[in-house]
């Protein structure tokens, strides 16, 4: 399998800021949706001989797969090998360390479209986690009060990155004939005004919205996952609470652990009750009603195109 290397700019598990984490300060309304069950969703498991197994599974690539989420989603997609096979695209070579170091985790720059394409050939999905990262300016110090202000390093600003880095990567799904994308966004994209938008003015939920309708209108099937504040907790022992038009920022109901969002991704590449649906995503806290299982029921809930 061919290595492209380029030097790419986009999410890095490194960096303090995670646009994600401080959705949950903010507000904006309506209908929830929750689901809750003691029973999981039987998946019938193929029990066949391995090639055969193989030949079952769908091939999916996960970009961004050295961010923080992302490698949860590709270490899980690696885990079930009776349904998957995994591949990654990451910015660099440290990233692809990071994460195994396998053959089948790509270096290449989203921003560059040629680069991109020997990574989704023969790819069944795509699940796109990258993301532009603002970083401090230097000098801030706590002590003194205020807020710290950031700004974006040239060429890695939400516009190239957000907009043009994720309209390359549908694109060559598209032309290389992918079946599904899984894209995972911010909730707060519907207030031009929405705190996140000021951050290094590069009015990052302004460009990733526009992502989102590019693949809504790109005529592959779809699902966009619009996260809350994420959190680097265990997955698995919440209730998960789907809403849309960034109604959940009303409530109380606004974060979602990292391990949860993955969850989310793999469930919706396994339920066709998740295609051509996009849903703001969080979770109630632990403790608080029965960890989700049912997910075919949770997506069936949902009507939401874009």
Not at 22 to 30: A, E, G, K, L, V
Not at 205 to 214: G, N, P
Not at 261 to 283: H, N, P, T
Request: with cysteine; glycine share 10%; charged share 25%.
């Amino acid at each position: 399998m061919g290595l492209v290397t380029r030097v790419p700019l986009f999410s890095s598990p490194s960096s303090t800021f995670s646009p994600h984490k401080y959705s949950s300060h903010f507000s904006s309304t309506t209908k929830l949706f929750s689901f809750s069950s003691s029973s999981s969703v039987s998946f019938q498991r193929r029990t066949s001989s391995s090639s055969v197994v193989k030949a079952m599974a769908s091939t999916v690539i996960v970009t961004g797969a050295g961010g923080r989420t992302g490698q949860i989603v590709y270490k899980k997609l690696k885990e079930r090998t009776d349904e998957f096979v995994a591949r990654g695209l990451v910015r660099t070579e440290e990233s692809k360390e990071k994460i195994g170091g396998a053959d089948d985790v790509f270096v290449a720059d989203i921003r560059d479209a040629e680069s991109i394409v020997p990574a989704i050939q023969g790819v069944d999905a795509l699940v796109i986690l990258t993301s532009a990262v603002p970083k401090m300016k230097p000098g801030f110090d706590p002590t003194k009060g205020g807020r710290p202000e950031f700004f974006f390093e040239d060429g890695a600003n939400p516009e190239q990155v957000d907009w043009i880095g994720q309209k390359n990567q549908i694109d060559a799904a598209k032309a290389a004939g992918v079946k599904q994308i899984v894209l995972v966004g911010s909730m707060g994209g519907t207030n031009l005004n929405h705190p996140l938008n000021s951050i290094g003015n590069g009015n990052i939920l302004v460009w990733k919205r526009k992502a989102e309708q590019y693949l809504a209108d790109s005529g592959i099937p779809y699902t966009i996952i619009r996260a809350g504040g994420l959190q680097d907790k265990d997955g698995g022992v919440r209730e998960l609470v789907f809403g849309k038009d960034d109604e959940l920022l009303e409530t109380d109901i606004r974060t979602i652990a990292r391990a949860d969002v993955a969850e989310v991704c793999i469930q919706a590449l396994l339920l066709e009750e998740a295609k051509f649906k996009a849903l703001d995503l969080a979770s109630k806290p632990e403790g608080t009603g029965e960890p989700t299982k049912d997910f075919k029921t949770l997506f069936s809930q949902i009507s939401t195109r874009f």
